[in-house]
């Protein structure tokens, strides 16, 4: 570390914290050589950041930052101190992963300062960068360069001083006219703050500062779409092509929007005219992909299946044509097939984090539960803040008996996305299965604040009062659930269960006689 803390450290009453920035930095070096064992450790420290993500959204003070991490800080550290020191003779010491797991163990009493004192952060890095931006903002400044209207853009960022942010980012545009990303931070700025005028403004003058420019066609059109309505950014694409008639990526960003906006006839067109202007050319085949999963989608498997074959018969490593003929198998229930699909894609692309993904739902169609874990801690190793592979190790972890563990990962993606309907009805699950009311309640309460009085959480309802033995206002629940989806199958058999579970037959049969009245095809 720096030489300068001895001196502070060496006076009474001062504390060593360490810096769990430096930890996590080693562990997902390691995930480069030895990402099965890194990734446990590194989803453990992002855990704990995103426990530091809450205190701070939520504006926490001391002790209130203390008693979180207590809560759920605490017990991480528990299991992650475990699992290195159980590591530690497993690895090589001069390897990155046994450097890593060493670097942590030896300073693990002073990593473990933090959980103890709200006021020590989780890292110094704060400290260490403002200390560097102000040593470079002094020099820049001096030169007046456009990396000096970056930095103060960077601490106005944490003053939120709105005003000056958006003068200094149009300095930058002043400075280098030719930038297009100086345009495109100003426009994602006013984005942020609802200023959707003034983005739309900035991203159609960079359209015409820079007409060749497929990410300034590209930036506008999804703002049109996200902000507007789909006919404006159809509109736009379609100046965009106009623009730059050779582009492929136009084309196909039309036909993407007209999918989103369930329109496969437009976008099936658009496909076409691609597969025939580019065929036997990569563009092509990509466009021959697309219009294997629209015959997929539309209930023409084999049609869709004779497309991928000529496909792949063309282009046997086409990472697009296997992911989907991974897809389509997992859809079909051929766990075997997904398995090889997506291990071919990886050994081309081991950075696509989707197909890590898909690959462990694989392994879990195949029964291999080992190797589906080791997928998805690959893709959470890839991309920390992607929810389904978090979610889906929660799932195992559940299954397995690991129900704390798999509680705090729960909670964990429910800090970040708090509106996750899926999680929210797995821990659900969770806290029934634990008996655990008083959380079962709460979630509930969540998931009603989220989708509002739907049969979703009608069902939950009447799922707790079941585990309840509350039965009379279990089935009031179920059959409120029924009347706000008649078609739906789930609510119906919940209430006929309940009623042969209490001994009541011919409740159960008059139930059914009147769906089949009902629904006489």
């Known amino acids: ?19 769990w920035a430096h930890v996590r930095r080693r562990f997902r070096e390691a995930m480069k050589t030895e990402p099965k064992y890194a990734a446990a450790a590194v989803a453990a420290i992002q855990a704990m950041y995103a426990t530091e993500r809450q205190a701070k959204q939520e504006s926490l003070d001391a002790d209130g930052v203390l008693a979180l991490r207590q809560a759920d800080t605490v017990p991480v550290l528990e299991e992650l101190e475990q699992y290195l020191r159980a590591l530690l003779p497993e690895v090589l010491p001069k390897s990155p992963l046994g450097e890593a797991v060493q670097y942590a163990l030896a300073r693990w009493p002073a990593l473990k300062v933090f959980a103890g004192d709200g006021r020590v952060p989780i ?33 106005l960022d944490q003053t939120n001083d709105h005003k000056a942010t958006e003068q200094v980012l149009r300095r930058m545009i002043e400075e280098e006219p030719m930038v297009y990303d100086h345009r495109l931070k100003l426009a994602r700025f006013h984005d942020q703050y609802h200023g959707f005028d003034h983005a739309e403004s900035v991203l159609r003058e960079a359209v015409q500062v820079f007409p060749e420019s497929e990410q ?35 084309p196909f960003a039309l036909a993407a929007l007209y999918e989103a906006h369930k329109d496969p006839v437009a976008a099936r067109m658009v496909y076409e005219n691609l597969a025939r202007d580019y065929r036997q050319k ?35 490593r086409s990472a697009e044509g296997l992911i989907l003929q991974g897809k389509i198998a997992l859809i079909v229930g051929n766990g075997k097939d997904a398995v090889q699909a997506f291990r071919t894609v990886l050994r081309d692309q081991p950075e696509l984090t989707h197909v890590h993904y898909s690959l462990g739902q694989a392994y879990l169609m195949t029964g ?31 299954q397995s008996g690991q129900f704390q563990r798999a509680r705090v990962r729960l909670n964990e993606i429910l800090k970040s996305h708090p509106d ?25 309460g969540s998931l009603r604040g989220v989708v509002g009085e739907t049969t979703v959480t009608m069902m939950a309802e009447g799922r707790l009062k079941e585990a309840q033995k509350d039965f009379a206002r279990a089935t009031v629940a179920f059959e409120r659930a029924a009347a706000m989806t008649p078609e739906a199958r789930e609510p119906l058999l919940a209430v006929v269960r309940l009623d ?7 409740h159960a049969r008059r139930r059914l006689e009147t769906v089949v009245a009902a629904n006489p095809a």
């Open 123 to 155: 890292d110094n890095n704060s400290a260490e960068r403002l200390l560097a931006d102000a040593q470079a903002w002094a020099t820049e400044l001096s030169q007046g360069s456009v990396t000096a209207l970056a930095l103060t853009k960077t601490i």
């Open 1 to 19: 570390g720096y030489a300068g803390y001895n001196e502070v450290l060496a006076q009474p009453g001062v504390t060593y914290a360490g810096c």
């Open 216 to 250: 300034a066609w590209l930036a506008l059109a999804d703002f049109l779409n996200l902000r507007r309505a789909k006919e404006a950014a159809v509109s736009s694409l379609h100046q965009a092509a106009e623009r730059l008639p050779y582009s492929t990526k136009i």
């Open 368 to 398: 291999d539960s080992q190797l589906a874990r080791e997928s998805f801690e690959r893709a959470m190793a890839l991309r920390p803040n992607m929810v389904e592979p978090n979610l889906a190790l929660a799932i195992l972890e559940s």
């Open 420 to 444: 996750h309907i899926p999680t929210m009805e797995r821990l659900f699950a969770l806290d029934l299965g634990a008996g655990d009311w008083n959380h079962a309640r709460a979630t509930l």
């Open 500 to 506: 042969l579970d209490q001994k009541q037959p011919d």
């Open 282 to 316: 990569p563009a092509g085949l990509d466009a021959q992909v697309k219009l294997a999963q629209l015959d997929f989608n539309a209930g023409h498997r084999a049609k869709a299946e004779r497309r991928l074959r000529e496909i792949l018969r063309e282009n046997p």
